[in-house]
């Protein structure tokens, strides 16, 4: 896990801003933790968010885009991805990556990203902003969406 180096996070005003954090329900413990940091965000951040839960991370792309077309400000996709024996892990990863990123710069929108590729089930929890957790990935995709949205606002005002 990296950490050393992390920017400073919150301290967002994202009043106005309408964001939604997309969700999948594979590996739902970790998963909410994920959930819940971005939500302590978004919270903190007094934005207007809402949740919508999907099958697993391959749906998430499709997803996200149907929010932003809809005219979310940002989305945070959350969702985990645990390697196993197969090269399932391999394309669900890769797929699901290169579709947010394509999301993002096919519609020049923040998409945060908080899908966790991992090795086993303890990183993820390590992860997922728990007590004991040494990383908050959820509060950090969250925290990453608003801030490029204020840079790309930045650029464009």
Known sequence: MAGTGQPTQGGIDATGKRVVVVAGTWHEEIVSGLVEGSERLLEEANADYRVVRVAGAFELP?????????????????????RGGTPHFEYI??????????????TGK??????????????????????????????????????ALDAIRSLTA
Not at 64 to 82: F, M, T, W
Not at 93 to 106: F, I, K, M
């Open 62 to 82: 499709v997803v996200a885009k149907a929010a932003l077309d809809g005219g979310a400000d940002a989305v945070i996709a959350l969702g985990v991805i645990i």
């Open 93 to 106: 990863a890769a797929s699901t990556t290169d579709g947010l990123t394509r999301l993002a710069l096919d």
């Open 110 to 147: 923040p998409v945060g990203f908080g899908v966790l590729t991992l090795d086993d089930e303890q990183q993820g929890i390590d992860r997922a902003g728990f007590p004991g957790s040494k990383e908050d990935k959820g509060y950090e995709a969250a925290d990453a969406a608003l801030r």
